[in-house]
């Protein structure tokens, strides 16, 4: 076989993988070193690759950093579509989500709060930082449609995962769905 046959497709899937395993590695380099420590030296040694395989994969800084962004506002979409479609309480799936970010969920949190605050630098990283507050927005369109409270909502996800960031401590679900029960009926 040759052509579009089964080789091509075991290229491409080699080469899905590829592009995976440096967005990891990248999201590595993001964790331990921030944004600021982004190079394709340090992500290609992060991967244990060269770095002209790295920049064969993306060949921007900027596109490297996109992927990696975009491959945690997936993962971020993922689960927050999963709570908009389910039947259940959106806050409480909402307020268990940001409690993550204390957990299991900090790395990645980290690595995306990182890298959408580089966006107001780096435009090219703007539409993909968006898309956690259009999520956010969204879920809470689903319980209001009071402009100011969607905007509460997603103002005070921010504000709480940052905190949570910051203290480096375990985070109480139960309050952290007070306080989003509040931004949507303030008074």
């Not at 539409?127 to 100011?148: F, G, H, K, M, Q």
């Not at 905007?151 to 910051?166: E, F, N, P, R, W």
Request: include cysteine; glycine fraction near 8%; charged fraction near 25%.
């Amino acid at each position: 076989m040759t052509g579009g046959d089964g080789h091509v497709d075991g290229r491409r899937a080699r080469g899905a993988r590829r592009r995976a395993e440096i967005i990891d590695a990248t999201l590595a380099v993001v964790t331990r070193d921030g944004a600021a420590g982004v190079t394709h030296r340090t992500v290609a040694k992060q991967a244990g690759i060269t770095t002209s395989l790295s920049t064969y994969y993306f060949a921007t800084l900027d596109d490297l950093l996109v992927a990696a962004l975009t491959s945690v506002a997936d993962a971020y979409t993922a689960k927050i579509r999963a709570i908009i479609d389910s039947p259940g309480d959106k806050l409480t799936g909402l307020a268990e989500l940001i409690a993550e970010t204390a957990g299991s969920g900090r790395e990645r949190a980290l690595a995306e709060r990182e890298l959408s605050t580089l966006a107001a630098r780096r435009p090219a990283l703007r539409p993909v930082a968006r898309r956690w507050r259009e999520n956010i927005a969204e879920l809470a369109s689903a319980l209001t449609d009071d402009p100011t409270a969607i905007a509460a909502v997603v103002a005070a996800s921010d504000g709480l995962c940052t905190a949570i960031l910051l203290d480096n401590s375990p985070a109480e679900p139960g309050y952290i769905q007070d306080v989003l029960q509040g931004a949507i009926h303030r008074e």
